[in-house]
């Protein structure tokens, strides 16, 4: 099938984009605004782009009158964010904190989560996550209907069970995020292999061996 995405509502491209494009790693993205009331949002338009600098991306959707989110316009207001990543201890809290509660409503209490002092910035950070990223908004985009927001990481937190602090790896026997598919549906990473890359040269004498593999067999058959 071939899909024509000038010829398609919103919702068809939506639903192809978020349906092919799996897993999504969630942001719990934790903001405040100009008066000390925190908020909490999840997201999966969200990813890392790169680590010199450390930047990291959020796509928000507006709301559907045009005004921005609380977590937008918080973000906008004060320029600074925390990424909490999402495991199973936190899915069905996640959950609550994407309800649609009031800007004077704190998510993160409403959830059962705890906020807990940032290092480098006021707004706090969920200290029941995994991993907690501190962010400074460099820059945005700006479409009629989503803001994409650019965030230099300035901190990080990680529990001590989901890191070897020898190595700084993950250690996958512990730590199991929570990714978004389509819809309702939502996958944990628990099954982990490895995929070396190999050396170009390696490569090519191993593609090199196979076609003089394949000469041969083509051969033995001729005789």
């Not at 990813?47 to 977590?71: A, M, S």
């Amino acid at each position: 099938m071939e899909f024509d995405f000038s010829q398609l509502s919103k919702q068809e491209r939506y639903k192809l984009l978020v349906s092919f494009i799996v897993p999504r790693p969630i942001a719990l993205v934790t903001t405040m605004d100009q008066t000390g009331v925190s908020n909490a949002g999840p997201m999966s338009f969200f990813n890392v782009f790169g680590d010199e600098p450390p930047i990291l991306i959020l796509g928000i959707q507006h709301r559907p009158d045009g005004r921005y989110k609380d977590t937008t316009r918080n973000i906008h207001d004060n320029g600074e964010f925390v990424v909490n990543l999402v495991n199973e201890r936190i899915a069905h809290p996640m959950i609550t904190t994407s309800l649609d509660f009031p800007p004077e409503e704190d998510e993160v209490s409403a959830a059962g989560l705890t906020l807990a002092p940032s290092r480098t910035l006021l707004t706090g950070r969920i200290l029941e996550a995994p991993v907690a990223m501190e962010c400074r908004k460099t820059e945005s985009l700006e479409y009629p209907n989503r803001s994409v927001i650019v965030g230099e990481v300035l901190h990080m937190h990680v529990q001590d069970e989901f890191i070897d602090p020898r190595t700084l790896r993950v250690r996958p026997e512990a730590y199991h995020p929570l990714a978004r598919l389509h819809a309702d549906a939502y996958l944990f990473a628990e099954t982990q292999f490895e995929l070396p890359r190999p050396s170009l040269e390696a490569f090519q004498a191993t593609r090199d061996r196979e076609a003089c593999e394949d000469t041969l067999s083509v051969d033995d058959g001729i005789n």
